[in-house]
């Protein structure tokens, strides 16, 4: 689709479906300054993406059972994008969607997106960011795959088996009030964090909030 035509198509399309035009379903052509850094491919082929930026904002591997039971293995590797760091050569054509909440496949946010034939598992679309499979990815040398290394686990109390890598691991997403480190967690990170609890709770008793 041409960049005339996408405005045409966009301006007489109904609101509910503005979505198709927009990142990260939005073609980018050569008037868009979107330099590609990466390409990736599902398993058919039929689903093809370019990624311009060169290093994730994250990379984490996730073990929460969703993640386990829609992937069918012990936990997710996801790199965080921006949406428009993103451009699907075939705009939304070729996807299908899932919402685990609602188990309902119309493109309701946030969801799961898998390319129509193969089903091979794309992307997860969130309200803001996507979170992308590196596994689909065609790196070209080592130092293009070292810049998508996980960083971190989450949701691991959830897993199945045990990764001892030495990565932080955590009960929730990450550091916050209902996630907290454990298991194999580099021991400076597990000290750190049991010294901010303890100031935490401290505070509290000075502050009378316990009684």
């Known amino acids: 689709m041409s960049h005339m035509e996408e405005q045409k198509f966009k301006d007489s399309a109904p609101e509910k479906d503005h979505w198709k035009t927009k990142a990260p379903y939005k073609v980018h052509d050569k008037q868009d300054d979107f330099h590609v850094r990466y390409e990736a491919s599902c398993h058919c082929g039929k689903v093809k993406y370019q990624l311009s930026r060169e290093e994730p904002l994250d990379s984490k591997l996730c073990h929460c059972t969703t993640c386990q039971t829609q992937h069918a293995a012990p936990f997710q590797w996801a790199a965080i ?64 795959k070292a810049n998508f290394k996980p960083r971190l686990h989450m949701f691991y109390n959830q897993r199945v088996m045990d990764i001892p890598d030495g990565l932080p691991k955590w009960t929730g997403i990450n550091e916050g009030e209902d996630s907290h480190l454990i298991e194999d967690s580099p021991p400076e990170l597990v000290k750190e964090m049991e010294r901010k609890r303890v100031e935490a709770q401290n505070k509290k008793v000075e502050s009378g909030e316990n009684k």
């Open 81 to 144: 994008f921006h949406k428009d760091d993103i451009n699907f050569t075939h705009g939304h054509h070729d996807l299908e969607w899932y919402d685990p909440t609602s188990k309902s496949i119309a493109h309701q946010l946030p969801c799961k997106v898998r390319c129509s034939f193969c089903h091979s598992p794309i992307m997860d679309e969130g309200r803001n960011m996507i979170l992308l499979f590196p596994s689909l990815i065609h790196f070209k040398n080592d130092q293009e």
